[in-house]
């Protein structure tokens, strides 16, 4: 953006032409038909150029739901002399449409009319300059509220504070803003908690946070919110039990943060609890907060519970469709999206989106569903006019490449209008390891790394393919790169929650207070299946340069998922709820063989959530049919 030069305005004479207008019901207006028939109606009395009866058009065009920005700046271009109402409202038409650089030419544009400004002026060009990330012309703003006498002013104050503490760099720079604007209310200690965490402070967010005198709700939000968002999910329990017991109103905001949380580690039961709150506190149902909960009870394996929530909605969104589609496709269960996007079609008003083919195609993807994710890939250009993007494309060659049709995904990839990133080539990828294709393997797969060089993932998928051809110096010149690069291998970890406590585990762990009964249901859990013809899987065994031997084999033995199962059927009861694992890479073929064997052998339903999809093992099967 071309630097803004924000100029001294002077206090001229109002040129506002504002008086009166008769025309207050133009409020009532329920669409844009509605307000042009007012429209013609105020040009009619010769009103066309009166601030007030002009400023209601504007409004109308800007702020409703069902209004027409353009014609609010049809109507504004064609007023001699707009005052500081008027400017506003732009202002705020400005934001809702992320328009942040018109916006702030615009104010400059005022300033050089010398429109007398307003303390309704300043707020919406400082979140424009926060937008924009324009902290010069933001401080020249500053200026301009001290220079009008609003520094004192709450709503200038916490929008300059929110454009400064965007740009915390530490603590003291929270003291400092806070010593320089003395009236702090929930807004002002909200947007420093939120300023600090978003810089990567999250510590120094708690403290401020205890620092609050009276905390109130939104203060509560915030810190929890700020955990969330960086992934410290325990602290945000930890925050909300207090919160509870200090009897603090638990509004939609808090509940969406911690559902959001329950959501990140599978924690159903404690998502079951907050979902239960929600209803018992009387919090509006809207169709984002019952979007969240279905999120949640998606992610956390509870597909019928889910699709309860949707069906019980009174409005639904395009998200909520999204929403669940994709539900339905990370569970594998590609005819129910393709069924239910019928049913959005037939029974909607609403139009699906680019999310949802996306979603639609990886249900197919889940599935096998070849032809059908084929026609609905075509059938989004044709029929809704969505051009295919980088995730649709990725999901067609993913679904090529999983049913073994790897020229077909190549010739895919080939034919794209864009280059593909390395998501794209990355399913051809994986397809390829799968089928054991080396061939076009070695052929993309560098050009995966040097598209994502910092992801470990796409090292690994690499070496795993040359280690399956037993091409050992080129994973050691991977495993070398990664070095150099100083790219650092993802840790795998596997939880469980029971009884509203999430219990973690990595490969190997010996940190549970309850170590050693695991390991020993795992000798027995290992015994068990051993008898059912399982044995260790000697790719992964090689690919972990291990021996045939017993010893050598103890790492796949005793992976995160394993400790998980072997901890759920260790202090659950037979015939009991299914036991729940959340882990956070994709699980490998060793311990999916493993955990079918031990649904059989122990009569339990062990569902577990990998990076990609879920896994309903009953009986010995997989709800994926080993497509996965």
């Known amino acids: 953006m071309h630097q803004v030069n924000v100029l001294q305005a002077t206090n001229a004479p109002c040129v506002s032409t504002a008086r009166k207008s008769p025309f207050t019901n133009l409020e009532s207006c329920s669409s844009m038909a509605d307000l042009k028939q007012y429209h013609a109606h105020i040009i009619k009395l010769g009103l066309s150029y009166d601030n007030d009866a002009m400023g209601r058009v504007v409004k109308f065009c800007c702020v409703s739901e069902c209004g027409d920005f353009n014609y609010a700046l049809k109507v504004f271009d064609k007023l001699p002399h707009p005052d500081a109402y008027v400017y506003n409202t732009i202002f705020r038409g400005y934001l809702r449409a992320h328009m942040y650089e018109d916006c702030i030419i615009l104010y400059v544009h005022m300033l050089k009319n010398f429109v007398k400004l307003n303390q309704f002026t300043f707020p919406p060009v400082i979140r424009a300059c926060c937008a924009r990330g324009c902290l010069k012309e933001g401080k020249q703003v500053h200026c301009q509220v001290i220079k009008h006498g609003f520094a004192q002013d709450s709503f200038c104050q916490n929008n300059l504070i929110y454009l400064y503490g965007r740009r915390l760099d530490s603590s003291e720079d929270a003291d400092r803003i806070l010593d320089h604007f003395p009236n702090k209310d929930d807004v002002t200690w909200t947007t420093l908690i939120t300023g600090l965490a978003r810089s990567g402070r999250l510590d120094e967010a708690v403290s401020l946070f205890e620092s609050i005198p009276e905390k109130s709700s939104a203060s509560w939000n915030a810190v929890i919110a700020a955990c969330v968002q960086n992934n410290r999910f325990n602290e945000a329990f930890s925050l909300f039990s207090r919160m509870k017991k200090e009897k603090i109103f638990m509004d939609k905001f808090v509940a969406a943060s911690m559902l959001s949380a329950c959501t990140a580690l599978g924690a159903l039961e404690q998502g079951e609890q907050i979902h239960g709150l929600i209803k018992s506190s009387g919090i509006e149902m809207n169709p984002k907060l019952s979007t969240t909960i279905m999120d949640m009870y998606c992610k956390c394996g509870r597909l019928d519970k889910a699709l309860e929530v949707f069906n019980e909605m009174a409005t639904r969104t395009v998200s909520s469709w999204n929403c669940m589609i994709g539900g339905f496709a990370m569970h594998g269960k590609g005819n129910e999206a393709i069924d239910l996007l019928k049913r959005m079609e037939s029974d909607s008003e609403l139009k699906p989106d680019y999310v949802t083919f996306v979603n639609v195609l990886a249900a197919c993807a889940h599935s096998g569903l070849v032809e059908e994710g084929e026609h609905y890939f075509s059938c989004m250009r044709r029929v809704y006019g969505i051009e295919p993007g980088m995730e649709h494309y990725g999901c067609l060659v993913d679904l090529l490449g999983r049913a ?152 796949l033995q005793y992976h995160s998922e394993k400790l998980a199962i072997a901890y759920g059927l260790l202090k659950t009861k037979a015939g009991g709820d299914p036991v729940r694992v959340t882990k956070n890479l994709r699980v490998c073929r060793d311990c999916h063989e493993a955990s079918k064997l031990i649904s059989a052998c122990y009569d339990r339903e062990i569902i577990v959530r990998d990076r990609n999809r879920f896994h309903h093992f009953r009986r010995g099967v997989c709800s994926c049919n080993d497509f996965w």
Not at 411 to 428: H, N, R, S, T, W
Not at 503 to 532: C, Q, S, V, W
């Open 404 to 555: 073994g049709f790897l020229e077909k995904a190549k010739q895919v990839i080939a034919e794209m209008p864009y280059k593909p990133d390395a998501g794209v080539l990355c399913a051809l990828l994986g397809a390829c390891r799968i089928h054991g294709n080396f061939e076009i393997a070695e052929e993309i797969g560098w050009q995966v790394i040097e598209l994502d060089p910092t992801s470990s993932g796409r090292y690994a998928l690499l070496s795993n393919v040359y280690a399956k051809a037993c091409k050992w110096d080129e994973v050691a010149k991977i495993r070398k790169l990664m070095d150099e690069r100083g790219v650092k291998k993802v840790a795998g970890s596997s939880s469980i929650e029971l009884n509203g406590i999430v219990n973690e585990f990595i490969a190997n762990g010996r940190t549970h207070p309850e170590t050693k009964n695991i390991y020993e249901k795992i000798r027995e859990m290992l015994a068990r299946i051993r008898d059912l013809g399982y044995t260790p899987d000697s790719d992964e065994a090689s690919l972990h340069g291990l021996s045939e031997d017993e010893e050598a084999e103890n790492p």
